[in-house]
């Protein structure tokens, strides 16, 4: 069995106390940041990212990576927490969770919505790392038959299923793409060693750095437009949280959601544009569609299913998303830019050749992922009370540090205050684009495949000698542009718009 | 014709000179090329015409479409903007200095009662004295211990002219 042996292989690397360690440090940092309100995952790693860094260079990328993953899944579950108590999703993929979860801490089962979650994203992601090892290797080999017209076909529709899942207008999150893909050329081209964009300025010419831009436009924007808030949505339910565990009854409820959200979100997670937000909102839609027992609350006023199934779908995505990024090098949504972000700062490329070239490393991560996971159930279940007493330190106190860590963070990256200076432009950008309604998840996405997409783009065009057909005539590619094509269409049929719009309205 | 959306017509124009400028410049200071032997110029100029055309698009729309809220833009949060971001400046002059303006680094301690001051101006109901003391008290000293003990953070952390090392 080819499958067990790589698990083993795998838990050889991340079962070691050290890399344990380092799993349980990065899972509880994560849910230390994540939970703060108004801070989603893509914020928490970007801010935790420079931590990893500082681990000993004798332990290796493998040990970085594994942190990194804990981190992940402590910014991923410490979102929720805050989206259940507070009623603040810090990423999209946890706005369904508002709905019912909020209404569960306001009957004072705040407990057993967030036991849920904890449960049902710990199933979700089980299946998913036992998909990630069963999938990864063959998917690896149909890698080697891309093309570089399919690896730009295919980032395209990565592209396109980015805009698809932006809350706000399809032209501005088109646009942003390009914008960030535009941000991603300002450096050294590659090709003719030509600085481009830089302004003679000698610190631009490896590119900006893209902890800067997320923390800037991630970080800062979303903490300036805290501030300019009123206090009126930091409600916080604490005092009521008694109760830590589902009922019998609730469990019962609570299995199919988690098992019909984890199947749904494996799929969905697969696909390139961000699965795990898609999986999160059908998977919602798909309970509210499925006939109340007798007795059971409606969704949305408080219904444990409302909670299970779309975090398990969510998590169920979030791990099988990893396929394509391992597998192909791209990534599928803007957390998992990040991850390359952070896989290529420890000089790793992700992509096929990982798995060939460094075993250790890419099963040792697998596992980890999962560890990741137990590590969350286990600490955080018990641990629950203590994130939401963290909810109670007054905003006042948060947020200095949050700047502190964030200006520490970027100015460790290169040990330059160049990026801090990066960081306070791109913090600007970042609060104007959320006056003007741009989401900035797509900007970022951009930004890490705007290189990537030149260069393949560049050699694709260059074998066919010009020929712009070459993406429709190979058929592998003209398959996943007419994907990102149907996905564009089905955005703009007037149904789904509608239902669109509905998901993403805050009550 | 009036202005529908104020968000709109703002983001859109932003997105225009943005993909102008890229544009401009790259058809102006590198070689374009063609499709098939691209030049340094060729992929950024044609994403700045689009990204041109887009906002074009948006403009367009935000003329003419009847936006329910009337898209308008609010007021800019001048206060909170202006203290986090200058905090965060603040932060990195006195840490690493301005050879610029002659200013040695001045150390991480100093930098985070900077930092802290400023961020907690940004909130008119935030700042006392003793807040801000206590606050960039415990942060200097975590800061310290995990930073610079624990994780062995390369930076300055007293004013260049204290000589502690």
Redesign the interface.
């Known amino acids: 069995m080819d499958l067990l042996a790589n698990l083993a292989t795998g838990f050889a690397v991340a079962g070691t106390p050290i890399n344990l360690l380092y799993a349980l440090i990065g899972c509880l940092l994560g849910t230390l940041i994540g939970v703060l309100p108004g801070i989603g995952p893509v914020a928490t790693i970007a801010m935790l990212l420079p931590a990893t860094y500082a681990l000993p260079y004798a332990t290796g990328p493998v040990s970085s990576l594994i942190m990194l993953a804990g981190i992940y899944y402590g910014a991923q579950y410490g979102g929720s927490t805050t989206a259940i108590l507070v009623n603040l999703p810090g990423e999209s993929s946890s706005v369904v969770t508002t709905l019912d979860g909020y209404q569960m801490a306001r009957q004072g089962r705040a407990g057993p919505a967030l036991a849920a979650a904890g449960l049902g994203s710990f199933f979700a992601g089980c299946v998913g790392t036992l998909l990630i090892a069963a999938f990864a290797a063959p998917l690896t080999e149909v890698a080697f038959a891309f093309g570089p017209a399919e690896y730009c076909a295919l980032m395209v529709v990565g592209l396109v299923g980015a805009v698809v899942l932006a809350s706000g207008s399809l032209l501005k999150a088109i646009a942003m793409i390009i914008l960030g893909l535009l941000l991603g050329l300002i450096g050294t081209d590659v090709n003719s060693g030509m600085a481009r964009f830089t302004f003679d300025t000698p610190e631009l010419t490896d590119g900006i750095g893209f902890v800067a831009v997320a923390m800037g436009v991630f970080g800062y924007g979303e903490i300036i437009s805290n501030l300019a808030k009123s206090d009126l949505e930091r409600e916080v339910f604490t005092a009521r949280v008694q109760g830590l565990f589902p009922t019998r009854e609730d469990f019962k409820n609570m299995m199919p959601a988690v098992l019909r959200g984890t199947a749904l979100g494996s799929v969905l997670g697969i696909l390139p544009g961000g699965g795990a937000v898609l999986a999160s909102f059908a998977s919602y839609t798909i309970e509210k569609k499925i006939k109340l027992k007798a007795g059971e609350v409606p969704l949305g006023q408080g219904n444990i299913r409302g909670v299970a199934a779309p975090e398990s779908a969510n998590n169920a995505g979030a791990q099988t998303s990893f396929i394509p990024l391992l597998t192909l090098g791209i990534p599928p949504n803007a957390v998992m830019a990040l991850m390359v972000g952070a896989m290529t700062i420890h000089n790793i490329q992700p992509g096929p050749q990982v798995m060939t070239v460094n075993p250790e490393l890419f099963w040792g991560l697998i596992v980890s992922m999962w560890i990741g996971n137990l590590m969350l159930v286990i600490l955080n279940l018990p641990m629950i009370g203590i994130w939401i007493k963290l909810l109670t330190v007054p905003y006042h106190y948060l947020f200095p540090a949050i700047v502190l860590f964030c200006a520490i963070g970027v100015y460790t990256t290169n040990n330059s205050t160049f990026d801090i200076w990066m960081v306070a432009l791109f913090g600007l950008a970042g609060y104007l684009f959320t006056k003007l309604g741009c989401e900035p998840a797509p900007l970022l996405l951009g930004f890490i495949l705007g290189p990537m997409m030149e260069e393949y783009l560049k050699r694709a065009l260059k074998l066919a000698r010009g020929d712009w057909s070459v993406f429709i005539t190979r058929p592998l590619s003209a398959a996943l542009l007419a994907l990102a094509v149907a996905l564009l269409l089905l955005v703009l049929l007037p149904a789904i718009k509608s239902k669109r719009k509905e998901a993403f309205v805050e009550d | 014709m009036s202005i529908k959306s104020q ?2 017509f ?2 859109g124009l ?2 225009t000179v ?2 102008a400028a ?1 544009a401009w ?2 058809a102006t ?3 374009v090329g ?7 110029g ?3 100029m044609v ?2 015409l ?2 041109v055309m ?2 074009g ?2 403009m367009f ?1 935000s003329l003419v479409v009847e936006t329910p809220d009337g ?1 308008v ?2 007021e ?2 001048w206060r ?2 202006f203290c ?2 200058g ?3 603040l ?3 006195l ?2 200095g ?1 050879s610029l303006i002659g200013l040695p680094p001045m150390g ?1 301690m100093l930098a ?1 009662y900077a ?2 001051g400023l ?2 101006l ?2 008119a ?2 700042f006392t004295v003793r ?1 801000w003391l206590v ?1 960039s008290s415990v ?1 200097a000293a975590g ?1 310290y211990l995990v ?1 610079i003990q624990l ?5 300055p952390v007293w004013p260049a002219f204290v000589n502690l090392y």
């Not at chain 2, 063609?34 to 340094?40: I, Y």
């Not at chain 2, 994780?151 to 930076?155: A, G, R």
Request: aromatic fraction near 12%; charge should be positive.
């Open positions: 968000k709109d703002a983001s932003m997105f943005t993909g890229f410049n790259s200071g590198y070689t063609t499709a098939g032997q691209m030049g340094p060729y992929f950024p994403l700045g689009v990204l887009l906002g698009f948006i729309f898209g833009i609010g800019l949060a909170p903007l986090i971001l905090a965060n400046i932060f990195g002059l840490l690493g301005l991480l985070i930092l802290c961020a907690l940004a909130d109901a935030s807040r606050l942060l800061s930073f994780l062995k953070l390369q930076m």
